[in-house]
């Protein structure tokens, strides 16, 4: 992932503070109506690494058993695959065969809709793309919208038409890129978050070392969908996955309902050790009782 990628250099001058909340991330947690333990659904952004053999996998692992060895170590998967492939319900219901109840896959919208139309003129995409996602049945998480980069605030009707004419049973989270979102005094723009709280459509938070506006903390409904880029554990990967579990620990207390997590670096190489250390944390400082993966450095079996 090269979103936010940055120097070994300029990481040293960064702050990696997280900010605080926004008034409205509050409210929004604390009028929640669902207040318990929450739910964690916690992984990385793909399983097909064959460099993980031997380390996420055990040593042999053969490429077709890939997703069954993943889906022994965590519960979830932000399935960045859909971006570039719509793939079939055919193919859907092979992979449903290879993961326990409860593992839930998390896919993107399609490159067709997001980036080459550009949310216009794609009811016929949708209709095949949600067909195909709502084959993954009960296996299904939500779905996660990122409009292309290059669409702005001038574009915000565009947005917010595409969402309201979707499916209200359907889980979805906004991820933003354009900086011009972020560019107002509260972090994230008024009208936006106004609509997306109002439509009961959630935000995504990405935290990369070089776009540190899109660190927003507005949650528009009692669940958060964070999208972390390590890199290459450096020292700073672990304090702000630290950072990170005192924040949800916080979330925890005034309401949040889910937690979504998911794990990548420029180098997906080390995503599985990363993701460890957080479950650990959680665990320890917020009562969580996350399954952590088993990593092995000798390719041995688990």
């Not at 995504?204 to 070089?210: E, N």
Request: hydrophobic letters at 35%; glycine letters at 6%.
């Amino acid at each position: 992932m090269e979103f936010g990628k940055v120097s070994d250099a300029e990481l040293k001058l960064i702050d990696f503070t997280l900010p605080p909340d926004p008034i409205v991330t509050t409210e929004v947690l604390k009028s929640s109506k669902k207040k318990g333990k929450t739910k964690f659904y916690v992984g990385c952004a793909k399983w097909g690494r064959k460099d993980w053999i031997g380390k996420l996998y055990p040593k042999g692992t053969k490429e077709k058993d890939f997703l069954e060895y993943y889906a022994k170590q965590f519960n979830s998967i932000e399935f960045n695959g859909f971006f570039y492939n719509i793939h079939s319900p055919e193919q859907v219901q092979k992979w449903m065969e290879k993961v326990p109840k409860g593992f839930k896959f998390c896919p993107k919208f399609t490159q067709t809709i997001t980036h080459l139309k550009r949310l216009k003129n794609t009811k016929a995409d949708v209709d095949a793309y949600l067909e195909v996602v709502e084959s993954f049945k009960e296996h299904l998480g939500p779905i996660f919208l990122m409009p292309h980069p290059q669409m702005s605030l001038k574009n915000l009707p565009t947005i917010e038409e595409f969402i309201a004419e979707l499916p209200g049973d359907i889980g979805l989270f906004l991820e933003l890129r354009h900086q011009e979102f972020y560019s107002n005094p509260e972090g994230y723009n008024t009208e936006l978050y106004n609509f997306l709280r109002k439509q009961k459509r959630g935000t995504v938070i990405t935290d990369a070392a070089g776009r540190r506006d899109c660190v927003h903390m507005h949650l528009s409904t009692p669940e958060c969908f964070i999208r972390f880029v390590g890199n290459g554990l450096h020292p700073t990967d672990y304090t702000r996955c630290d950072e990170w579990v005192l924040r949800i620990k916080k979330w925890i207390d005034e309401g949040l309902e889910t937690c979504y997590f998911f794990m990548h670096q420029h180098e997906e190489l080390h995503s599985p050790e990363l993701i460890k250390y957080l479950i650990e944390q959680l665990n320890k400082h917020c009562g969580t009782d996350i399954k952590a993966p088993v990593i092995h450095s000798d390719g041995g079996l688990f």
